[in-house]
């Protein structure tokens, strides 16, 4: 069992900045991918970053350019630095992970983002 802690998560204005980060209990050795996912009232749960074992980023077209993905393999963390916040990304994120071996995956409890004109 793969523990995922978030935090980050707050209420902030449009153009402000957010940085979430995801510490999982697993070896990041062990995780073929690590990638945050956000789900808005009313709405299907999509991916909004992803990165890859080799270290590949992929990104959600609404994002590309204003959020980045990043991992400390030492403290088995990822971040999601989100610049440029607009209303339409008020949501809740969740962090994922899924393991090489078992190719079992994980969710976190999820962390609110609120931003507000």
């Known amino acids: 069992q793969v523990q995922l802690e978030e935090s980050g998560g707050a209420s902030v204005r449009v153009g402000e900045s957010l940085n979430l980060s995801c510490r999982a209990s697993?070896?990041?050795?062990?995780?073929?991918?690590m990638a945050w996912y956000r789900q808005a009232p009313g709405k299907e749960r999509e991916m909004v970053a992803r990165i890859r074992r080799g270290g590949t980023k992929d990104y959600a077209d609404s994002v590309m350019g204003r959020f980045t993905i990043s991992r400390d393999n030492a403290k088995n963390t990822v971040y999601l630095q989100m610049n440029g916040l607009k209303p339409e990304d008020t949501a809740m994120y969740y962090c994922?992970?899924?393991?090489?071996?078992?190719?079992?995956?994980?969710w976190g409890q999820g962390t609110q983002v609120t931003v507000s004109s």
């Open positions: 697993e070896s990041v050795v062990r995780i073929q991918n």
């Open positions: 994922f992970v899924d393991l090489i071996f078992t190719g079992r995956a994980y």
